[in-house]
């Protein structure tokens, strides 16, 4: 090989070298709702969640102490309240996924891509590109489509819960650019306290009579799949998928960064069919076709005019 090529190749693996650890994020995040889907049922979703968090949130108290003893009161109030909406977030997605297909569960959410750019509008009374309205209309018949399975029947509660937790995040996207207290804070100690605020809501919501079953049963009672499906939604899904944006964000730019992480309902689809045996039926893979599709062009159109 001449020398005059290796130049040329140099910047294609320093790429790659960013690119591969993000694929895994979306992968791992794609693989997330088969596992979660495969540790939870309905009376043990706020326990699964509670022992997700707890094994995770020592790890980040560690890694960042510093960076939490300097943040100001006002930034611990602002990541609080990021926090209880993130608690949201998870109890929609974790309570949805146990009553649908772990493949619509990760296809629907990835309408957040499309619900943001529109609420982001809203708020800022600017009208979105006529391209970005086909896209989102395109995704949301696709999402029709999709909670149809095998042949047209209503939407299960579900998918009406995937499609609230896409909407919730919406809110949370929005709240992180405007809660002016936490935009000059550094992501590390943010991340922290909004994930130990969530585990403050489900701790409570565990102690709760009628809540469901409590979290040191369920951890007795699981088996070593189970262990393996929880240990994988806290340190990959959380902990490795949180470090691997640090340090991508330094290396890469924030277009490829979000390119790379929307390929995750390509991952959830892929896992929900390859691993847990799931059938969409031909409505509803035609809907996945669209959703993918629609998010992918209204991320396009999105870029273009941000």
Known sequence: MSTAVLPALAPSRRA?????????????????????????????????????????????????????????????????LLGLMLSVIFLLETYGVVHTSATNAGLIISLTMIFTPLAEAAVTRVRPAA???????????????LTQGGGFTSPSAGDLLMLLAALARTVHVLAMARVKAVQD??????????????????????????????????????????????????????????????????????????????????????????IGGERLGIPGMAGAVLVLAGTAWGRRCADATG
Do not use: N
Request: aromatic share 10%; proline share 4%.
């Open 185 to 274: 804070a550094d992501s590390l100690p943010l991340t922290t306290v909004q994930l130990g605020g969530a585990l403050v809501v489900f701790a409570v919501l565990a102690g709760l009579p009628g809540t469901g079953a409590a979290p040191w049963s369920v951890a007795a009672d699981f088996g070593a799949r189970e262990w393996a499906g929880l240990l994988f939604l806290s340190v990959l899904c959380t902990l490795f998928a949180f470090f691997v944006q640090m340090w991508s964000v330094r290396r890469s730019s924030p277009s490829r960064v979000s390119l790379l992480l929307g390929t995750e309902p390509l991952w959830a689809a892929a896992a929900g069919i390859a």
């Open 131 to 145: 391209s970005f309205l086909a896209a989102a209309g395109l995704s949301v018949v696709g999402v029709v489509l």
């Open 16 to 80: 790659w070298a960013t690119d591969l650890p993000l694929l895994l994020v979306a992968a791992v995040w794609g693989a997330s709702y088969l596992a979660a889907k495969g540790i939870t049922t309905t009376h043990t979703v706020i326990a699964v969640l509670v022992l997700r968090f707890t094994i995770v949130l020592p790890a980040l108290v560690l890694a960042g102490w510093r960076g939490l003893r300097a943040l100001s009161a006002a930034q611990w109030r602002g990541a609080a």
